[in-house]
């Protein structure tokens, strides 16, 4: 295991390669002009070839891949075309709010996650199991697109117990420390801006939450399953010790792990599957940006965000990967 956690590292560098230039090859394919883009609409033939020229445009598509791979390993990610401003700024200021929201929604996962696997697992052989069963087979069948609109009408429109755009109230102004909103006004000593960013959060952060839980209830429902054949379970019961403690001391920590590592990758797709949740919400993080710079060909920043989320997933897969060996000594054998 240790040996082939080391080899997932060492593939990282090969992997990012790669898709960098995929994701490259693949934009320069697209249809359209960034130069004529990135001039106005009076722009003449002549102005528009030498923005190509200015940008590197007019040389070979080899020769543009390695001047943009270049810059950006030295953190210069290019400028945007339609806002005008460094692509690398731009993530700066997203990429935090989009981190803050994929933890918050993992936090929700994982509640509902463990809680709801034991549940599942306690209702074994019961009447109730159908229903928990089907239960969550209807929770899986609802993205989180739709759980998010779900809750817009509920909890913003028909009860309008919590706001549902943005991240702060009208007339808060957000304090910039670390980029991370929470932190901030816990830094800068504001429980109202706590409050009201906490108030913004909570329903993305369920729709996103809600739509990845389910994997992890029946994850968790078959591996105490499985634990409970072992003999130390029979043992444990012969010596006297209530069914409580069998589950959350001897069975659960070692049914945890499956779990683990599964919400590790749930939480990749979760941090990529915000897009659509941040949008609905106007919530102002990279997929918010994605979509704007789609929408206008902003070739600069989608690179750099697509980009971005990949290294976001592998750097989560790697350390759920870390977290598995050091809490399974069999492993690192």
Request: aromatic share 6%; proline share 6%.
């Amino acid at each position: 295991m240790v040996l082939s956690f080391a080899r997932r590292l060492a593939a990282v560098g090969p992997i990012l390669l790669v898709v960098s230039l995929l994701l490259f090859v693949a934009l320069r394919l697209l249809p359209v002009d960034p130069a004529a883009m990135s001039m106005p609409p009076t722009a003449t033939k002549v102005e528009i070839e030498a923005a190509r020229s200015a940008m590197g445009l007019d040389r070979p598509l080899v020769e543009q891949y390695a001047i943009w791979l270049g810059q950006t390993l030295h953190g210069d990610f290019g400028t945007s075309i339609h806002m005008r401003r460094p692509v690398g700024g731009l993530l700066l200021e997203t990429l935090p709010a989009t981190i803050e929201l994929s933890v918050a929604a993992m936090i929700v996962a994982g509640l509902l996650g463990i809680g709801g696997g034991l549940a599942l697992f306690a209702l074994r052989n019961r009447r109730g199991e159908a229903v928990a069963e089907l239960t969550t087979t209807l929770m899986m069948s609802i993205p989180e697109f739709l759980w998010a609109l779900l809750f817009i009408f509920l909890f913003g429109v028909l009860l309008s117990a919590l706001p549902f755009t943005g991240r702060l109230d009208p007339g808060m102004t957000r304090p910039v420390v670390s980029g991370f909103l929470l932190l901030d006004a816990l830094l800068v000593g504001r429980p109202d801006i706590y409050a009201s960013a906490l108030r913004h959060l909570l329903l993305p952060a369920a729709a996103l939450g809600i739509a990845f839980a389910p994997p992890v209830m029946r994850v968790l429902r078959t591996s105490l399953v499985d634990v409970y054949q072992e003999d130390y379970i029979r043992q444990a019961r012969l010596r006297g010790v209530g069914e409580a403690r069998i589950l959350l001391a001897h069975a659960l920590k070692n049914a945890i792990l499956p779990t683990l590592t599964l919400m590790g990758v749930q939480f990749g797709f979760l941090f990529g599957g915000s897009l659509l949740v941040e949008v609905i919400y106007a919530y102002p993080g990279m997929g918010n940006l994605m979509v704007d710079a789609v929408r206008n060909a902003d070739l600069p920043i989608i690179q750099a965000v697509a980009l971005t989320y990949c290294v976001v997933v592998l750097a989560i897969t790697s350390a759920v990967d870390a977290l598995v060996l050091l809490l399974n000594p069999r492993l690192r054998a």
